[in-house]
């Protein structure tokens, strides 16, 4: 089963457990009930804003949509070593972001690898948490609220993520990033 197939069944799982109709989650969560209904049959897999928003409305951690097994402490991720399916794909969001955490389903803290092709479209998120980002490699654009920055590798941005918010490749190159999200449950 690929990964847009397992988040979809695990939404659907959750807000069937709540006796919540796809209303009630669009209502509850800000996702537009068409969005909700093409995830739930495993059309597309939904961008991490997206998906936080979806989670929270139904009290769950992210990971919970995305973890397929479980691994013990510590969780290493190696570099070359790709042991976790893409959580987004270039084709569909404009980007693509690795989970660094796949395996531990009680974090608190979500870590993601992304990286964005130079011709990536402008996505843009708001949701309750915090995000860390580290520029690994070129240079990436935020923006935040009406303000925009260029991080260059080993530049650093710490926000508050309900405040709209976009990252994507500058300069006309790829680009690469850690970025950290926290949830408040």
Not at 142 to 158: E, F, S
Request: proline letters at 5%; one cysteine or more.
């Amino acid at each position: 089963m690929g990964v847009e197939k397992k988040v979809g069944v695990r939404v659907r799982k959750y807000r069937e457990e709540q006796n919540l109709t796809l209303a009630d989650l669009s209502e509850k969560s800000g996702v537009d009930e068409k969005v909700l209904v093409a995830i739930e049959a495993g059309e597309v897999i939904p961008a991490i804003g997206i998906l936080i928003k979806i989670s929270r409305a139904l009290g769950q951690r992210l990971g919970t949509f995305m973890d397929d097994q479980f691994k013990p402490d510590p969780v290493i991720s190696r570099k070359g070593e790709d042991q976790t399916a893409p959580v987004d794909t270039v084709k569909s969001h404009g980007y693509v972001c690795r989970s660094l955490a796949f395996g531990k389903p009680d974090r608190h803290m979500e870590p993601f690898f992304y990286e964005f092709p130079a011709d990536g479209e402008d996505m843009f998120s708001a949701h309750e948490g915090e995000e860390f980002l580290i520029c690994v490699s070129g240079q990436i654009e935020l923006l935040y609220g009406r303000d925009k920055y260029i991080l260059n590798p080993g530049d650093t941005a710490y926000y508050n993520s309900v405040v709209t918010h976009g990252v994507k490749a500058y300069g006309g190159k790829d680009a690469s990033l850690y970025g950290i999200i926290f949830i408040p449950m």
